[in-house]
Each structure stands twice: as structure tokens, then as C-alpha cells.
């Protein structure tokens, strides 16, 4: 039996049995704050888990990744809301307790039941209609309330579904356990003003203003302590403008472009499950729109609009991204055998020979000593969404800011132009070192690195000075260009 069989038999034999999955082994819910020995006043925090894959990973329990039945089979679990663009809706409600009540919150055609919506007496479904046709709800939240009275939001990269779970690689974002404040102890909070904003944009006919009262009976500034901020995308606002508005509160100003010849461009690193079609079909959306929006003020200075128009427009920022991208090698080669393709898409034109290839990377070769693990993902593509900036090559591992998010680099999740805003719902955490009063550090570290050790370190880093958020990847940081016979995967969207 081959690879491709093999995988394809293992996944027959998924979700056949009748019994419902265990509850978590305790139903406390896992920390994501752990307090370094050398220093515990000065807190670390990981808010971020690999998930788990039965292909990749097997069946036994492991702690150090996310299971999704950690959340909805937990017998402390009063009411959850899932935002998404797909579910599956025997896979989520074979988990909950019959106690819970389940709110979904996307549209209708992403609902993929065997039985009537109605058999689930437990279940609540707010509709979400998108009004452009090239548009969808691709934002991907849970909000899971407990009978104590505690909350914890979680920002999935995956949807609701086994597939998304099992074939390709994916991480998820949880916050700390949030306590409802009394008012005198309210405090407040921008992630809170983000989000609720963010929520706001939604239909009156999706009715989810009772979960925007519950929301704001919590303690949200302790994200805005770790200088966490909301980014989100809706067809009425957000989009760039948002996530630069975030940028800008951390103090990552615009550069004058009168200063051009003593402007240090920035290293942005981006690796998305799609790239969509280019802009004004001679300009690329990220080094002709996007990096000079974010990074330069020529877009209020001199009706940058216009200027993208010439036959003249040039962009200075090629050659300072990274693109982290699957190969048809790759795709073809790896564990699943091109069982994961239907998940990453790449418009391929004349402008992206051009503009986007040189940019690509890809996997490096495994050492000979690598685990089976290791092994079994090399190669995946991970249906993750990061866009992090660093000073230079070395620091990569301590970034400026990252941003986890459901953002594919595409006009529909972004918008085609600051002036223009997005069609689809989105949405993101975003990291930053600084943000007002507030310092941390960020350090990036792959799920394959020895805990409290940075890719590039061999012994745990000092964290006596700041807070520490570790931000976490299902692959290793160490890419290679392509060389000339490497070809990008691509399915073409119409």
C-alpha cells in the first residue's frame, strides 16, 4: 500500500465510532503563562500551540499541542461561539456536553450537516450574508464561556472541519483566562475597543449583540499588558487602514519619503495559504500597495492613487520580502501527497514571475537524525497566516511585531487599495514590542525548538529585563530560494 493509500485509508477510518470523545483529562484550563525560574516576577507567555494532526502526530494525547476537544468537550464549558468559514457540524457537536449551548456565526452554505439544524436543540446559528459575491466571513474566533464565570477566546488557524485539522499544519492563539471585572475595576482597554468594534460591523439580522454585552463584562486589558492588539477586516471598515492604525500605536511610524536615501526598508516575512490576483493587473498588492501604505506616507502625500497609474511607478521594496511558499515538489512529496493542495491557491501572471517569484522560499532539507514527527511534516504546507517584521537576517528570531491572522494576501481580505475597503470578514492578533508605555519581547520559535530556547540560541533567553511572549510556528525558521527548476504550487482561482 502507498503513501497516498495509506493516508486516504487512515482517514476512512476517522469519526466512525458512535461514542463521543473523552473530556480532557482535567477540567481546568491549560495555562498559557508560565513564570521563568530565574526571574518570576517577569512573566512569559506562550500563547500560542501547534495543533495536533492524527496523520502527522498519531493518536496518543500530546500536551504541548491543541486539541479542539480541549475546548468543546470540557465539562466546564457553559456556551461557546464559533466563527468560521466552514463547519463541520457532526465533528463539533459530537464533542459538547448536551448542557452547552453552541452559537455558530458565519453563512449558511459553509454549514455542512448530515442531519436537520433543528435535531440540535443546543444549537444557534446567526446567519452572516456577505454582499459582495467575490467576498466571504473567513474570520475564525471561539469564544468559550465557563460555568465559573471565566472566559477564553481562541483564534484558530483552521476551520471547523477534520480536513483542515489533520492534513495541513496549523497553530492556534489563546488568551489568558478572562474574570469579569466589577465596574470600579474596569479598566480601559484597546484590544477590547478593537474587538467589540470589529464585532459591531456585524448585520443587525446576525443578533449577536448578546455576546457583545457578555463580552464586555471582562478584564481585556491584561492582553493590552502582553501589547496584544485586535486586527480585523469587514466589507464597512478595517482592512490596511486598521492594521496600520495598530502599527502606528506601537509607535511603527511611516517614514518620510523625502528621506528616501536614509530609509533602512523594512524585512517582512509572510507566509499565507493563498495569494490572490495581482493588483490593477500590471501591480503586485504587496510590494505595490501594501509595504508602501504601511511603511512610507506617499499615499497622503502626493495622491499615491494616481501615481500607482504611471507607466513610471517603481517599488522600492522587492527584494526585501519573504515569501514562504509550497513547490509542486513539495506538494507532491510530502506526507499527505497532495492530499492538503485544495487549501493553498496562487494567481500566477506576468507580475508574479516578476515581482513575486524572487521573493519565494522554501524548505530546507531535514537532517539525517530528524524525528519521525519531523519527518512526517517536512514538506506540509501549513494553512497558517504570519506577516512579521525584523531589523535584519540575525534578528528574525526576535521580532518587531507579528501578526497571526486569517488574512491571505489578497484584495478581498485587505482591500485593493487603502482607498477601497475589504469584501471579506477577517481577522488577527498582532504582537508588537512596544505599544505606549508598555515593552516586551517577542521571540520566535519553531514547535521543533527546545522550550525557553530561540532558533538561534543554545541556551534559554534572559528575560530579567522584560516580559517575554514566545510566538510559535509549526515549521522551522530556515528557508531556502528556489532555485530555477522549482515551480510554485498553483491552483488558479477564477
Not at 44 to 62: A, E, L
Not at 310 to 333: C, G, I, Q, R
Not at 371 to 386: A, E, G, I, W
Amino acid at each position: 500500500m502507498g503513501v497516498r493509500d495509506a493516508v486516504r485509508s487512515h482517514w476512512a477510518s476517522l469519526g466512525k465510532s458512535e461514542r463521543k470523545p473523552a473530556s480532557p483529562a482535567t477540567s481546568v484550563p491549560i495555562q498559557n503563562v508560565s513564570m521563568p525560574a530565574a526571574a518570576p516576577s517577569v512573566p512569559v507567555y506562550n500563547p500560542f500551540k501547534v495543533v495536533k494532526s492524527v496523520i502527522f502526530d498519531g493518536d496518543d494525547r500530546q500536551p504541548d499541542k491543541f486539541e479542539l476537544s480541549d475546548v468543546l468537550a470540557d465539562s466546564t464549558l457553559k456556551a461557546v461561539w464559533l466563527f468560521s468559514f466552514g463547519f463541520q457540524l457532526e465533528l463539533i457537536m459530537s464533542m459538547v456536553k448536551e448542557h452547552v449551548t453552541v452559537h455558530i456565526v458565519g453563512q449558511l452554505n459553509t454549514i455542512a450537516a448530515d442531519l436537520p439544524l433543528s435535531h440540535y436543540p443546543n444549537l444557534k446559528v446567526h446567519r452572516v450574508d456577505v454582499p459582495s459575491s467575490w467576498g466571504c466571513h473567513h474570520s475564525k474566533i471561539i469564544f468559550a464561556f465557563h460555568q465559573n464565570g471565566t472566559l477564553r477566546m481562541h483564534l484558530p488557524s483552521f476551520n471547523l472541519s477534520r480536513e483542515e485539522i489533520n492534513l495541513a499544519q496549523q497553530t492556534i492563539w489563546t488568551s489568558p483566562i478572562l474574570h469579569e471585572a466589577v465596574l470600579a475595576e474596569r479598566k480601559r482597554s484597546r484590544f477590547e475597543d478593537e474587538l467589540i468594534e470589529y464585532l459591531n460591523s456585524y448585520p443587525s439580522y446576525s443578533s449577536i449583540s448578546d455576546l457583545i454585552d457578555s463580552l464586555r463584562r471582562y478584564k481585556w486589558h491584561v492582553l493590552d499588558e502582553q501589547n496584544c492588539q485586535f486586527v480585523y477586516s469587514t466589507p464597512y471598515r478595517g482592512g490596511l487602514t486598521q492594521l496600520k492604525s495598530c502599527l502606528a500605536a506601537a509607535g511603527m511610524n511611516p517614514h518620510d519619503s523625502d528621506d528616501q536615501e536614509e530609509f533602512s526598508f523594512p524585512n517582512l516575512f509572510i507566509q499565507v495559504s493563498s495569494m490572490g490576483n495581482p493588483f490593477r493587473k500590471k501591480l503586485d498588492l504587496l510590494q505595490d500597495v501594501m509595504l508602501p501604505y504601511l511603511y512610507t506616507d506617499w499615499f497622503e502625500k502626493e495622491d499615491f492613487d494616481k501615481k500607482l497609474k504611471s507607466k513610471d511607478y517603481t517599488t522600492p521594496f522587492l527584494a526585501h520580502s519573504t515569501l514562504v511558499w509550497p513547490t509542486t515538489h513539495e506538494m507532491e512529496n510530502c506526507m499527505t501527497r497532495g492530499l492538503s493542495a485544495n487549501w493553498f491557491f496562487y494567481k500566477q501572471s506576468d507580475v508574479t514571475k516578476r515581482k513575486v517569484t524572487p521573493c519565494l522560499r522554501k524548505h530546507t532539507p531535514l537532517p539525517a537524525n530528524s524525528s519521525l514527527s519531523d519527518r512526517n511534516r517536512h514538506m506540509v504546507p501549513s494553512h497558517t497566516k504570519y506577516y512579521i517584521q525584523f531589523t535584519d537576517e540575525k534578528s528574525i528570531t526576535n521580532p518587531d511585531w507579528v501578526l497571526l491572522t486569517s488574512h491571505n494576501l489578497s484584495q478581498a481580505a485587505w482591500g485593493p487599495s487603502p482607498l477601497k475597503k475589504p469584501t471579506n470578514y477577517e481577522c488577527g492578533i498582532l504582537y508588537t514590542t512596544s505599544l505606549g508605555r508598555n515593552k516586551v519581547r517577542l521571540t520566535l520559535q519553531s514547535s521543533k525548538c527546545v522550550p525557553g530556547r530561540t532558533l538561534a540560541s543554545k541556551s534559554p533567553e534572559d528575560t530579567s529585563a522584560l516580559p517575554t511572549v514566545n510566538v510559535l510556528t509549526p515549521y522551522p525558521m530556515k528557508f531556502q530560494r528556489y532555485s530555477e527548476t522549482d515551480q510554485p504550487h498553483t491552483s488558479t482561482v477564477q
